[in-house]
């Protein structure tokens, strides 16, 4: 597929959610309140997007994922955040150390 | 247009998605075992549910001129009840001789827990005990990345199973290297919100070759589109794919990896 046939495709769509993506850092930053490590990851990830190499899809999916490589004490929840929370691997990591955990059980 | 579904729960979805589907092409769907949107309280529930992938959901999709297969686990967001799983487990060898079940899956982790991959371990011992395909889920969003590599990990020290035997559902962009470098297939699951658009999709087709990689639509109870691999292959389309490239991709791709179960019969 050459440039300009990319561009003639995809050109709207991306476009609408360029400014999709503006107008959400505006509302976030209209609203009262505190941001969380959600917004922060996103704005670090944001960084990824004028790096003039190819992978930026890749990057910024990196950029939001757990770099750890230990499996976790217990999941604590089912769901996902959509970005990696530092302070609460952390958080998680001390506790399965203090308790020198094996599997446990969480229900029955 | 022809094509397989080899990633849809239809037990959560409606007889309107089933005619969509057959109108649009589709020959086969298969149907891994999920979580059904809360945790059962028993084995017993896993018994019935089951039964119905491999009883009912068949004849329903009959009724549309639809093969319907399945695979059967206990999924990773309900493993972290070890006790629970291993009864499961143990049920699980009853129903494979069944003549629609395709293997274990989807097995998987959830958020990467210790529990989590102790029982998706224990799946891949009886996979390997068995002889039987695996078809694996990786985790949402975040935790995609290590769950991964966590699993392949598991993968390459348990030695058993074949790479070729094995596909690693729901890549993209930060996984489907380390996942095809291994030497296993690899799953694109199209979601309107998360995982992978059809854009995407085509974009890995084309930097990384379609020689084992698939797309489903992992159609279930949640937000999902039982089309979505007929609309991928309308976007490869456009993007100047042939439609010989498009039908390697969406049918005989799976239909290759799938033929390795004596079960699958191809249409």
């Known amino acids: 597929m050459k440039r300009e046939h990319v561009i003639d495709l995809y050109f709207m769509e991306a476009r609408a959610k360029l400014i999709d993506l503006a107008a959400f850092l505006d509302r976030v930053d209209r609203a009262p309140g505190t941001e969380d490590f959600r917004m922060a990851a996103f704005r670090q990830a944001l960084q990824e997007l004028p790096v003039n190499k190819p992978d930026r899809a890749k990057r910024v999916l990196l950029s939001l994922s757990d770099p750890t490589t230990k499996p976790l004490p217990a999941a604590t929840t089912k769901s996902a955040a959509g970005a990696w929370n530092a302070d609460s691997a952390a958080r998680d990591a001390r506790q399965g150390d203090r308790d020198g955990r094996a599997p446990r059980k969480t229900k029955k | 247009m022809r094509y397989i579904e080899p990633h849809a729960h239809m037990v959560s979805r409606t007889t309107d998605d089933y005619l969509a589907m057959a109108t649009a092409g589709c020959q086969a769907i298969c149907e891994p075992a999920f979580w059904a949107g809360f945790d059962r309280s028993s084995a ?3 018994y019935d549910y089951f039964r119905q992938l491999t009883d009912f959901e068949p004849k329903r999709a009959a009724k549309f001129g639809l093969a319907h297969y399945c695979w059967l686990c206990l999924n990773p967001k ?9 009864e499961v487990l143990a049920l699980i060898p009853k129903f494979l001789d069944r003549p629609s079940v395709l293997g274990i899956g989807e097995i998987g982790l959830n958020k990467n827990s210790r529990n989590e991959l102790a029982v998706f371990e224990k799946h891949v011992d009886l996979a390997a005990r068995h002889g039987q395909l695996i078809l694996i889920h990786t985790p949402h969003l975040e935790d995609k990345l290590k769950g991964t590599r966590l699993m392949i990990d598991a993968l390459k020290s348990d030695g058993r199973l074949a790479p070729g035997r094995v596909i690693i559902d729901h890549v993209e962009e930060h996984t489907i290297q380390l996942v095809l470098d291994a030497g296993f ?26 020689e084992r990689l698939w797309m489903n639509s992992a159609c279930d ?46 249409t």
Request: charged fraction near 25%; include cysteine; hydrophobic fraction near 45%.
């Open chain 2, 78 to 86: 309900e493993a972290e009840d070890v006790k629970l799983a291993g």
């Open chain 2, 44 to 46: 017993d529930g896993f």
């Open chain 2, 221 to 266: 109870w949640g937000v999902s589109a039982p089309l979505a691999v007929p609309r991928a292959a309308l976007e490869m389309r456009l993007r100047g794919h042939t439609a010989e490239a498009v039908d390697t991709l969406i049918y005989r791709n799976p239909a290759r990896f799938l033929s390795q179960s004596k079960h699958f019969k191809e």
């Open chain 2, 185 to 210: 297939w690899a799953g694109m699951t199209l979601y309107p919100e998360s995982k992978c658009t059809a854009a995407r999709a085509a974009d890995m087709v084309e930097i990384y070759g379609n």
